[in-house]
C-alpha cells in the first residue's frame, strides 16, 4: 500500500532558525504527485505546493523551499529564518490512483507540529 | 458565497443516534472527499466522489455513509454513532486533474457522548 511517512512528530525551534521538515513516501504508481499543507493553530487546511512526479527541480517561496528527490523517495520541506507565525501542523500528502479507474485520492502523513518561539 | 462550506461547525451527540455532517461546494469540482483527523493518525480518508453518483470507500469506511446526487453536496453520515467517531471532520473538493491540491473546509468537531 501506498504511504507517507513523517516521522517528526514535534519540532520546537527558537525564531530565526532554519527548520526542515521531512516527508517519505512509498508508490508504485509511476506518475504521482506529492503536496504539503499548513494547519495552523486556528485549524483550516492550507495548500502550500504541490510537486509531480517528473519535475525534480527544487522550489523556492520565499522562505520556503522544497526538497524533492526521487532515488530517496522524498519530499521535504525548508523554512529559514523561521516566525512565530510559522508555528503549525504541516502535513504532507501523496496522490494515489482510486479503485474505480481513472479516479484518484490523497494520503496524507501525521504531521509534523512545528512550534516556533519567540 | 463561492467556496466549500461544512455544516454544523460544532455538534454533540449521543452514542448510537444518526447523525449527518453536510458538504457543499459552489465550484462545480467533480472531486470531493471526506477526512477525519485524529491526533496522532493525521488525516484519514473516508470517502471520496469522482463524480455525481460515483462514491469509494477509503482507509476508515466503516461506521459511514456517503452519497452524492448533486455535484454540490456530499454529505457524510453516521449510521449509528460510537464514541470513537469522536473526531474532526474536514471536507475537500478538487478539479478532476490528479495534480490539483484540494480546498478544504473549515471542519466540523464531532463529540459523541
Known amino acids: 500500500a501506498q504511504k507517507v511517512t513523517q516521522a517528526q512528530t514535534e519540532i520546537s525551534v527558537v525564531e530565526k532558525e532554519d527548520v526542515t521538515l521531512d516527508c517519505v513516501y512509498e508508490?508504485?504508481?509511476?506518475?504521482?504527485?506529492l503536496f504539503w499543507y499548513k494547519q495552523p493553530p486556528s485549524g483550516e487546511l492550507v495548500f502550500l505546493i504541490r510537486?509531480?512526479?517528473?519535475?525534480?527541480q527544487n522550489e523556492i517561496s520565499g522562505r520556503y523551499s522544497w526538497n524533492f528527490q526521487k532515488s530517496t523517495s522524498s519530499f521535504n520541506f525548508t523554512i529559514t529564518a523561521s516566525q512565530v507565525v510559522d508555528s503549525a501542523v504541516y502535513f504532507c500528502?501523496?496522490?494515489?490512483?482510486?479503485?474505480?479507474?481513472?479516479?484518484?485520492?490523497?494520503?496524507f502523513g501525521t504531521g509534523t507540529r512545528l512550534k516556533v518561539l519567540a | 458565497d463561492a467556496g466549500i462550506t461544512q455544516s454544523p461547525r460544532y455538534k454533540i451527540t449521543e452514542t448510537g443516534r444518526q447523525v449527518t455532517l453536510m458538504c457543499h461546494q459552489t465550484?462545480?469540482?467533480?472531486?470531493m472527499f471526506w477526512y477525519r483527523q485524529d491526533l496522532g493518525h493525521g488525516l484519514r480518508l473516508i470517502y471520496y466522489?469522482?463524480?455525481?453518483?460515483?462514491?469509494d470507500k477509503g482507509e476508515v469506511p466503516d461506521g459511514y455513509v456517503v452519497s452524492r446526487s448533486k455535484t454540490e453536496n456530499f454529505p457524510l453520515t453516521l449510521e449509528s454513532a460510537t464514541r470513537s467517531q469522536t473526531s474532526v471532520y474536514f471536507c475537500?473538493?478538487?478539479?478532476?486533474?490528479?495534480?490539483?491540491?484540494?480546498?478544504f473546509g473549515s471542519g466540523t468537531r464531532l463529540t459523541v457522548v
Open positions: 466522489s469522482a463524480a455525481a453518483d460515483i462514491t
Open positions: 510537486r509531480n512526479s517528473f519535475d525534480e
Open positions: 475537500a473538493s478538487s478539479e478532476l486533474k490528479r495534480g490539483y491540491g484540494y480546498t
Open positions: 465550484w462545480s469540482h467533480s472531486y
Open positions: 500528502a501523496l496522490s494515489e490512483e482510486g479503485r474505480i479507474s481513472g479516479t484518484y485520492k490523497y494520503i
Open positions: 508508490t508504485r504508481d509511476t506518475t504521482y504527485y
